[in-house]
């Protein structure tokens, strides 16, 4: 199985700030790389596919990046309702998997 | 608009089975490819499989085969999850999902099963 490592494991962010958020495959996959918002209780949202795609509805302050296994998610002008956990997907090959996730907190 | 709406929290006893079920609305099932993924506290995500709505046919994680069998009926647009032989490993919140390479751009609620006698 393809492993998704992310990285940081959390970190916190002041209003206004940007942050990055890290993703290593441990094999190619060719941009198949998607990146989704999680707030508790709450189901997954889509944000970003195929690497740098922006999913409908997201605001254009989430940006995604990278290639073959090193990809990054980068969030500008913080926002309060940007708190809560991220996750990267593989969908290049089976069985698709997750990242572990990095909780975004507000400072 | 896409609506994928799943049962209620379940409690079972271990070593019984359960039905999860995810009524959709909004899109063409019938074409569709319904995923289904496991989170447990932690938080991980684990995606099980999908099962393509038009011929039934599936794709397993390795890791779930035996454990889990996805079904559909596209008379009344549900996808379905069985799960045999609980254990406390099984105890997560389970999610139906619309999407395949490009990302789950649509999820369900989630239904919680806890496994307790």
């Known amino acids: 199985d393809i492993q998704m490592t992310q990285s940081p494991h959390s970190l916190s962010a002041s209003l206004g700030e940007t942050v990055s958020i890290e993703c290593l495959a441990s094999e190619g996959i060719s941009n198949y790389l998607a990146w989704y918002q999680q707030k508790p209780g709450k189901s997954p949202q889509l944000l970003i596919y195929?690497?740098?795609s922006l999913q409908d509805g997201v605001p254009s302050r989430f940006s995604g990046s990278g290639s073959g296994t090193q990809y990054s998610l980068k969030i500008s002008n913080m926002q309060p309702e940007d708190e809560g956990v991220y996750y990267c997907q593989q969908g290049y090959k089976y069985p698709w998997t997750f990242g572990g996730g990095t909780k975004l907190e507000l400072k | 608009q896409v609506k994928l709406l799943q049962s209620g929290a379940e409690l079972v006893k271990p070593g019984a089975s359960v039905k999860l079920s995810c009524k959709t609305s909004g899109f063409t099932f019938s074409t569709s490819y319904m995923s289904w993924l496991k989170q447990v506290p932690g938080p991980s995500i684990e995606w099980i499989g999908w099962?393509?709505?038009?011929?039934?046919?599936?794709n397993y994680n390795q890791k779930f085969k035996g454990k889990a069998t996805l079904t559909v009926d596209k008379s009344s647009s549900t996808a379905y999850m069985d799960l045999s032989s609980l254990t406390s490993e099984d105890a997560a919140v389970y999610f139906c999902?619309?999407?395949?390479?490009?990302?789950?751009?649509?999820w369900g609620q989630g239904t919680l099963v806890t496994v307790s006698s």
């Open positions: 999902a619309k999407g395949l390479r490009k990302g789950f751009a649509y």
């Open positions: 099962i393509y709505a038009g011929d039934g046919g599936t």
């Open positions: 195929y690497a740098s």
